[in-house]
């Protein structure tokens, strides 16, 4: 209790820089100061992409995402930061492809130039992609395997999060309290992607924190983050009567994730491990019976190298070439009742290039060589008599364009 | 059980939190690169002292909520740039050599020129000049 007290005493110390107190400063230069604030900021980004897929030799191409971002600056202390997302060009009624949705609302409080809080709709620090999704911020047409499918990007829940940095060493810190998962919700072969909310209707009986360190040192990145939170949003009874673990941490979920990027000279490389746990899967089974894991695990390895380094820098012209490794396995251990699925131990070689005419427009192009483990029978129901066999290999070819602003 | 547990959790990110705030505001006690100033008649002094023994010094402007960084570069000139990003007005991270945005993932170089985007504008520089043993940036 006495350390509550302490806390909610600094913390409100801290809250009472918003108002705009006097001070001895000339107001004036506040003023000028803070008309180099543009009041209202619009940006976004979008990709599209062909893609071939040399099993099934079937070829689409699709407008993947299109999203805009809206930001308003209240005043000094106070803005607003919004982006909303559009998936596969048109949402028609009925149809399974295409998604509006929003990827962040969120008010922004500032305490400082070093610490600053934020509230609503966000993108907790987790990994790489999920703050840092733009197409033109990452190699290949479509995001790695291990952030998309062990780490949900983009995952963005209710809540608040605090975001601050060291004065004298160059340590970035945050800290957050979301919405939970919704473990019933979760689905075979997607790990724990589909039990986001993404803002809409969360359940808020369950809860979870996350925080992350983040170290940006000349050339070097690295990063530690983690989340622990419930997946049961029921009330007590209902959970009762399934046999689950209710409660604000109740049937957690545990998350931990490590990364280190190092870009100099043209060259870049990355790498980034991360796992989940789910201790009660064996719970969530029984009563929702989707093959819920106990353990995933997941990462990747990426080289790149910009060959116009050496050309005239005012150029903004880059032509990179990657190659990428990553490998995930989204059920590496499962309870009793569970069946294990050895499609989802997956390792993926990616290699190909990114173009940049100008600095924010990126033509990409790239395969991916795929490899999984073979089928388990027991998870064909009916299968159909004329289906091609599984093929544990794969070849797809991705060629698209980017852009953002 | 569970509500003690997460009270208990939330309390200590709390308590770690506030120190943090508290760390990165107090920051008389440490050896800094942090130089807090004020602003007058729209001007803020920066003695040339600092600079001695580090190229680097990041002015902090009382009531104001970004960063100057003002570099010491060859020929005995100076550049202060202001740590707001150019795309959506984020606060700056200042890696050492350049800066980062954490809100869309722009980087800036030292000079303040972008280098990876989606800002498209390098930071706003500030008018410097010296006045006996200080640097006087003009914010007008």
Same mark, same amino acid.
């Given at each position: 209790?006495?350390?509550?007290?302490? +806390?909610?005493?600094?913390?409100?110390?801290?809250?009472?820089?918003? +108002?705009?107190?006097?001070?001895?400063? %000339?107001?004036?230069?506040?003023?000028?100061?803070?008309?180099?604030?543009?009041?209202?900021?619009?940006? $976004?980004?979008?990709?599209?992409?062909?893609?071939? %897929?040399?099993?099934?030799?079937?070829?689409?191409?699709?407008?993947?995402?299109?999203?805009?971002?809206?930001?308003?600056?209240?005043?000094?202390?106070?803005?607003?930061?919004?982006?909303?997302?559009?998936?596969?060009?048109?949402?028609?009624?009925?149809?399974?492809?295409? /998604?509006?949705?929003?990827?962040?609302?969120?008010?922004?409080?500032?305490?400082?130039? =070093?610490? #600053?809080?934020?509230?609503?709709?966000?993108?907790?620090?987790?990994?790489?992609?999920?703050?840092?999704?733009?197409?033109?911020?990452?190699?290949?047409?479509?995001?790695?395997?291990?952030?998309?499918?062990?780490?949900?990007?983009?995952?963005?829940?209710?809540?608040?999060?605090?975001?601050?940095?060291?004065?004298?060493?160059?340590?970035?810190?945050?800290? $957050?309290?979301?919405?939970? *998962?919704?473990?019933?919700?979760?689905?075979?072969?997607?790990?724990?992607?589909?039990?986001?909310?993404?803002?809409?209707?969360?359940?808020?009986?369950? *809860?979870?924190?996350?925080?992350?360190?983040?170290? =940006?040192? =000349?050339?070097?990145?690295?990063?530690?983050?983690?989340?622990?939170?419930?997946?049961?949003?029921? +009330?007590?009874?209902?959970?009762?009567?399934?046999?689950?673990?209710?409660?604000?941490?109740?049937?957690?979920?545990?998350?931990?994730?490590?990364?280190?990027? #190092?870009?100099?000279? $043209?060259?870049?490389?990355?790498?980034?491990?991360?796992?989940?746990?789910?201790?009660?899967?064996?719970?969530?089974?029984?009563?929702?019976?989707? =093959?819920?894991?106990?353990?995933?695990?997941?990462?990747?390895? /990426?080289?790149?190298?910009?060959?116009?380094?050496?050309?005239?820098?005012?150029?903004?012209?880059?032509?990179?070439?990657?190659?990428?490794?990553?490998?995930?396995?989204?059920?590496?251990?499962?309870?009793?009742?569970?069946?294990? %699925?050895?499609?989802?131990?997956?390792?993926?070689?990616?290699?190909?290039?990114?173009?940049?005419?100008?600095?924010?427009?990126?033509?990409?192009?790239?395969?991916? *060589?795929?490899?999984?483990?073979? /089928?388990?029978?027991?998870?064909?129901?009916?299968?159909?008599?004329?289906?091609?066999?599984?093929?544990?290999?794969?070849?797809?070819?991705?060629?698209?364009?980017?852009?953002?602003? | 059980?569970?509500? @003690?547990?997460?009270?208990?959790?939330?309390?200590?990110?709390?308590?770690?939190?506030?120190?943090?705030?508290?760390?990165?505001?107090?920051?008389?006690?440490?050896?800094?690169?942090?130089?807090?100033?004020?602003?007058?008649?729209?001007?803020?002094?920066?003695?040339?002292?600092?600079?001695?023994?580090?190229?680097?010094?990041?002015? @902090?402007?009382?009531?104001?909520?970004?960063?100057?960084?003002?570099?010491?570069?060859?020929?005995?000139?100076?550049?202060?740039?202001?740590?707001?990003c150019?795309h959506?007005?984020n606060?700056l991270?200042?890696?050492?050599?350049?800066?980062s945005c954490s809100l869309h993932g722009s980087?800036?170089?030292?000079?303040?020129?972008?280098?990876?985007?989606?800002a498209?504008?390098?930071?706003?520089?500030?008018?410097?000049?010296?006045?006996?043993?200080?640097?006087?940036?003009?914010?007008?």
């Amino acid at each position: 209790m006495k350390k509550l007290f302490i +806390a909610f005493i600094l913390v409100c110390s801290a809250c009472s820089s918003f +108002a705009q107190s006097s001070t001895n400063s %000339d107001d004036s230069s506040q003023k000028n100061l803070s008309k180099i604030l543009s009041k209202t900021s619009i940006g $976004g980004y979008g990709n599209a992409l062909y893609q071939r %897929d040399f099993n099934s030799k079937k070829s689409t191409i699709n407008l993947e995402r299109f999203v805009l971002f809206v930001g308003h600056n209240f005043n000094n202390k106070i803005s607003l930061i919004t982006e909303i997302e559009i998936e596969d060009a048109k949402v028609a009624g009925g149809e399974a492809e295409g /998604e509006i949705a929003i990827e962040q609302a969120y008010l922004k409080f500032n305490f400082n130039p =070093n610490n #600053y809080l934020v509230a609503g709709l966000y993108l907790p620090r987790i990994g790489i992609l999920n703050e840092n999704h733009l197409p033109t911020n990452f190699y290949g047409n479509e995001r790695n395997r291990v952030e998309t499918f062990i780490l949900p990007t983009t995952w963005r829940e209710l809540g608040i999060g605090f975001y601050g940095a060291l004065n004298n060493f160059p340590l970035s810190y945050s800290a $957050g309290i979301v919405n939970g *998962l919704n473990s019933a919700a979760f689905e075979h072969g997607s790990g724990i992607r589909e039990g986001r909310f993404e803002g809409r209707d969360a359940t808020a009986n369950n *809860l979870a924190v996350t925080g992350s360190l983040q170290l =940006n040192k =000349n050339n070097f990145k690295a990063q530690v983050s983690g989340y622990y939170g419930g997946s049961v949003g029921l +009330a007590p009874n209902q959970a009762d009567s399934l046999k689950l673990t209710s409660g604000i941490l109740g049937t957690p979920v545990i998350i931990g994730e490590a990364d280190v990027q #190092y870009a100099a000279k $043209g060259f870049s490389a990355t790498i980034l491990a991360t796992t989940i746990s789910i201790p009660d899967a064996s719970d969530i089974n029984r009563a929702y019976a989707n =093959n819920t894991p106990e353990n995933e695990f997941g990462g990747y390895a /990426e080289v790149a190298y910009n060959i116009f380094q050496s050309m005239n820098k005012k150029w903004q012209q880059e032509l990179s070439l990657f190659v990428r490794y990553e490998m995930l396995n989204m059920n590496s251990s499962i309870p009793s009742n569970g069946i294990i %699925d050895e499609t989802l131990n997956q390792q993926h070689l990616v290699a190909g290039l990114n173009y940049f005419p100008i600095r924010n427009v990126v033509v990409k192009a790239d395969v991916r *060589l795929m490899h999984t483990g073979e /089928e388990n029978p027991d998870l064909i129901i009916n299968p159909n008599p004329a289906a091609p066999p599984y093929q544990q290999q794969n070849t797809i070819l991705n060629v698209g364009i980017g852009f953002s602003f | 059980m569970e509500r @003690r547990a997460f009270i208990k959790t939330s309390c200590s990110l709390c308590v770690a939190l506030s120190a943090g705030l508290a760390i990165s505001t107090f920051s008389s006690c440490a050896p800094s690169l942090i130089f807090n100033a004020i602003i007058s008649e729209n001007k803020i002094a920066v003695p040339l002292s600092l600079f001695a023994k580090s190229e680097l010094k990041i002015v @902090r402007v009382k009531n104001y909520d970004y960063d100057i960084a003002v570099r010491k570069e060859p020929g005995e000139k100076f550049l202060a740039l202001l740590m707001r990003c150019t795309h959506a007005d984020n606060q700056l991270t200042n890696t050492g050599n350049g800066f980062s945005c954490s809100l869309h993932g722009s980087v800036f170089e030292k000079d303040g020129t972008v280098k990876k985007g989606p800002a498209e504008k390098p930071l706003k520089k500030f008018f410097t000049e010296k006045i006996a043993d200080q640097l006087i940036i003009h914010l007008s």
